[in-house]
T-cell receptor, first 115, second 114 residues
Framework: EAQVTQNPRYLITVTGKKLTVTCSQN?????MSWYRQDPGLGLRQIYY???????DKGDVPEGYKVSRKEKRNFPLILESPSPNQTSLYFC??????????????FGNGTRLTVT | GENVEQHPSTLSVQEGDSAVIKCTYS??????FPWYKQELGKRPQLIID?????GEKKDQRIAVTLNKTAKHFSLHITETQPEDSAVYFC?????????????FGAGTRLAVHP
């Protein structure tokens, strides 16, 4: 089954403790992206990747890192999480970046709480 | 850069009524406008999209209209059912370049009451 898999689904952590949220897709998509969803703010892009070893900042990249060593994986790293990073995170992928006939496929989301 | 505004933020209708969600965008170069539906606790999923060379597109009970001159587009849901209850996101982008950034609206929470 074609899918984007995120782990974990839920994560509670403390300020400053490094964490990684994994994202993997099995559709051979070139484009992958991370979003955070906050009430009243919609989906805001954190980082994106056009292909292996190519990553770039989105609209809200501060406090996050990503890597794209393999086509299928795009982990999101929070080196020193803070409470303002408490949010619902979605990984997404598509054949190419945001175009007709190339819809975004989202993962199931990771609800992160930083205390 | 592109900015997408979405209204209303919440919408409550009776089952069988129609629902309309409106979005405006700022970048006249935008030419691709998808709509995503997010049911409670689930992932956003594409339900319909439209390109700027088309003024209207329908898929069963849902339709999207686009007014390029006014830079706004709308989602229309007819004969609403309780399973239409969800958060709906509009988005816009210019897909003519190498990187096409989708900008999302803030979302509309639709509640359909039996």
């Amino acid at each position: 089954e074609a899918q984007v898999t995120q782990n974990p689904r839920y994560l509670i952590t403390v300020t400053g403790k490094k964490l990684t949220v994994t994202c993997s897709q099995n559709m051979n998509h070139e484009y992958m992206s991370w979003y955070r969803q906050d009430p009243g703010l919609g989906l805001r892009q954190i980082y994106y990747s056009m292909n292996v070893e190519v990553t770039d900042k989105g609209d809200v990249p501060e406090g996050y890192k990503v890597s794209r060593k393999e086509k299928r994986n795009f982990p999101l790293i929070l080196e020193s999480p803070s409470p303002n990073q408490t949010s619902l995170y979605f990984c997404a992928s598509s054949i190419s970046a945001g175009s007709y006939n190339s819809p975004l496929h989202f993962g199931n989301g990771t609800r992160l709480t930083v205390t | 850069g592109e900015n997408v505004e979405q209204h209303p933020s919440t919408l409550s209708v009776q089952e069988g009524d129609s629902a309309v969600i409106k979005c405006t965008y700022s970048d006249s170069a935008s030419n691709y406008f998808p709509w995503y539906k997010q049911e409670l606790g689930k992932r956003p999923q594409l339900i319909i999209d439209i390109r700027s060379n088309v003024g209207e597109k329908k898929d069963q009970r849902i339709a999207v209209t686009l007014n390029k001159t006014a830079k706004h587009f709308s989602l229309h849901i007819t004969e609403t059912q309780p399973e239409d209850s969800a958060v709906y996101f509009c988005a816009a982008c210019d897909d003519s370049g190498g990187y096409n950034k989708l900008i999302f609206g803030a979302g509309t929470r639709l509640a359909v009451h039996p």
